[in-house]
């Protein structure tokens, strides 16, 4: 089936720096991804929709500012975190739709682990 | 907001068939039933979708009720590596919601040996 790659699977950055996860689907291409952030025991939460060429669309509370969306090709958008603060270490999780399955099958990547110390 | 409800947790023995429940009483006419499973710090994994009719394919079955306020997700024989949080998430297929995922608290099915 269709896969979606992230990269890096774990990071660790300081306090106040930024930090940049990658999201590509591998086999199809991808004109919208999603961002999600999940904490420890809790569900996925949708953060924005990435859309290539345009401008990212952010849930209701997400800033956007602190997480810069850019869907640079049909196969890659990439979640930059801004000015990291120890409360943005969470579980980050992408996922594209393949337009070419009935229904618009939306398929995640393995996840980002992101730790700021 | 998820629009489906499922039980919090439930059990399988091994080898033994896995049916988890899914309502979803407010489906509209273009919305599929998408099923995701997340094993612990993975992203979610693909398992199958339905729109009216059952679905199967190597991993489990799909049944969906006539009235499609319910639909139930089936591995028929479940192992230890089947053990995850499964989620029952309802979409359209077109219109501006396209791929955006609300997911509720799924069910947590644990396989025992």
């Known amino acids: 089936g269709a896969v979606v790659s992230q990269h890096p699977s774990r990071v660790i950055c300081k306090s106040g720096t930024s930090v940049k996860i990658e999201c590509r689907s591998l086999?199809?291409?991808?004109?919208?991804m999603f961002w999600y952030r999940q904490f420890p025991k809790q569900s996925l939460m949708l953060m924005a929709t990435?859309?290539?060429?345009?401008?990212?669309?952010?849930e209701q509370g997400v800033e956007k500012d602190k997480f810069l969306i850019n869907h640079a090709s049909l196969t890659l958008s990439t979640l930059t975190v801004t000015s990291a603060h120890p409360e943005d270490s969470s579980f980050y999780i992408c996922?594209?739709?393949?337009?070419?399955?009935?229904?618009?099958?939306?398929?995640f990547g393995e996840g980002s682990w992101l730790t700021v110390v | 907001d998820a629009k489906t409800t499922q039980p919090t947790s439930m059990d399988c023995a091994e080898g033994r068939a896995a049916n988890l429940p899914c309502n979803h009483s407010?489906?509209?006419?273009?919305?599929?039933v998408y099923w995701y499973r997340q094993i612990h710090s993975q992203g979610p994994q693909y398992i199958i979708h339905g729109l009216k009719n059952n679905e199967t394919n190597e991993m489990a079955s799909l049944i969906i009720t006539e009235d499609r306020k319910s639909s139930t997700l089936i591995l028929p024989h479940a192992t230890l590596r089947d053990t995850a949080v499964y989620y029952c998430?309802?979409?359209?297929?077109?219109?501006?919601?396209?791929?955006?995922?609300?997911f509720g608290r799924g069910t947590q099915l644990t396989v025992w040996p």
């Open positions: 990435s859309n290539e060429g345009s401008k990212a669309t952010y």
């Open positions: 998430i309802v979409r359209p297929d077109r219109g501006s919601t396209l791929g955006r995922l609300y």
């Open positions: 086999d199809f291409q991808a004109t919208t």
């Open positions: 996922s594209a739709r393949d337009r070419t399955t009935s229904g618009n099958t939306i398929y």
């Open positions: 407010t489906i509209s006419g273009n919305e599929y």
